[in-house]
T-cell receptor, first 115, second 112 residues
Framework: ETGVTQSPTHLIKTRGQQVTLRCSSQ?????VSWYQQALGQGPQFIFQ???????GRGNFPPRFSGLQFPNYSSELNVNALELDDSALYLC??????????????FGPGTRLTVL | RKEVEQDPGPFNVPEGATVAFNCTYS??????FFWYRQDCRKEPKLLMS???SGNEDGRFTAQLNRASQYISLLIRDSKLSDSATYLC?????????????FGKGTKLSVKP
């Protein structure tokens, strides 16, 4: 069973650029959540995808968008990058079954630096 | 006010010490509670869930007080390998709150 993987591991961009981060969920998982972790802070929920639809969103502007594919992998897109977008972006996958909670497993993250 | 607040830390303790972390949450409707561990420059990993009756896993004991909206983690006989950041996490249900809400984390350094 493979765990959650993310790519790339590190990325450097300049203000105003766009970035796409990728996540492959753990085998058997159908739900992907994205989090942003700024230095010295806890992760903050960006949004969650379930069966290719956005299924909840945190307090992030529309320039943060995402996709989930039929194989349950996911992308996070950020447009018009700002300096404050510099952070570790974490993807977590889980298996949603009715209303029960199942553990979210995190990937190693993508460290984004915006100059 | 942050939804989940933790002791600021850092905690620097000798090996063998007992250390306690505290956490408060503001949403009385919160339904699930966890402690995660995050090593430097790594992803968070679930340490343990926290139940109203309190629960223990080896050297780790977690407690939940719903009336006070307070969560704690006790680590006994600290090991060097316990050095990490400990994140208090709450999960609400329904709508856009169906995901993990993390505290800022408390850094623990266990010294020889």
């Amino acid at each position: 069973e493979t765990g959650v993987t993310q790519s790339p591991t590190h990325l450097i961009k300049t203000r105003g650029q766009q970035v796409t981060l990728r996540c492959s969920s753990q085998s058997g998982h159908n739900t992907v959540s994205w989090y942003q972790q700024a230095l010295g802070q806890g992760p903050q929920f960006i949004f969650q995808y379930y069966r290719e639809e956005e299924n909840g969103r945190g307090n992030f502007p529309p320039r943060f968008s995402g996709l989930q594919f039929p194989n349950y992998s996911s992308e996070l897109n950020v447009n018009a990058l700002e300096l404050d977008d510099s952070a570790l972006y974490l993807c977590a996958s889980s298996l949603a079954e009715g209303s029960s909670y199942n553990e979210q497993f995190f990937g190693p993250g993508t460290r984004l630096t915006v100059l | 006010r942050k939804e989940v607040e933790q002791d600021p830390g850092p905690f620097n303790v000798p090996e063998g010490a007992t250390v306690a972390f505290n956490c408060t949450y503001s949403n009385s409707a919160s339904q699930s509670f966890f402690w995660y561990r995050q090593d430097c420059r790594k992803e968070p990993k679930l340490l343990m869930s926290v139940y109203s009756s309190g629960n223990e896993d080896g050297r780790f004991t977690a407690q939940l007080n719903r009336a006070s909206q307070y969560i704690s983690l006790l680590i006994r006989d600290s090991k060097l390998s316990d050095s990490a950041t400990y994140l208090c996490v709450v999960k609400n249900y329904g709508g856009s709150q169906g995901n993990l809400i993390f505290g800022k984390g408390t850094k623990l350094s266990v010294k020889p």
